[in-house]
């Protein structure tokens, strides 16, 4: 099976579901980010990476961007799974945000290989 734009489209929207429901419980439950650990700069900065696990993968979304062939496709994986890796400190060890966390990140770190194989591959054919 050959991986096509549709593929990491379809895993962009996840990874972007999975950065949502964790903006979504950051806003429903304001004691996630009140803690005696952080102070107001670090409560912008996780709301802030929150929303760049959202919107990351939405730019991906768009146009020819989502392509497996190109390397630079890759970045829409890797970003957010950066992104949601911060959220995996004991802060935030909740049961919706670690869950998403997760899930969002095996997501990110399995579609980032399935693009950088596909690409790999891509470029050791040669072009009619």
Known sequence: MTLNATHVKILLAVIALCGAGMLAAFSVDESLLVRDQL???STVLAVGLAVGGV???LLGLLGSMADPRRLGSV???VVPMLTLAVF???????FP????????????????????????????????
Request: include cysteine; charge should be neutral; proline fraction near 6%.
């Open 39 to 41: 102070g107001g700069l």
């Open 55 to 57: 919107m990351v993968p």
């Open 75 to 77: 970045i829409f994986m």
């Open 88 to 94: 995996l400190d004991d802060l935030f060890d909740v």
């Open 97 to 128: 945000v670690r869950i998403l966390c997760v899930a969002g990140q095996v997501l990110a770190f399995i579609g980032a290989i399935a693009i950088l194989s596909s690409a790999s591959a891509a470029k050791k054919q040669p072009q009619p």
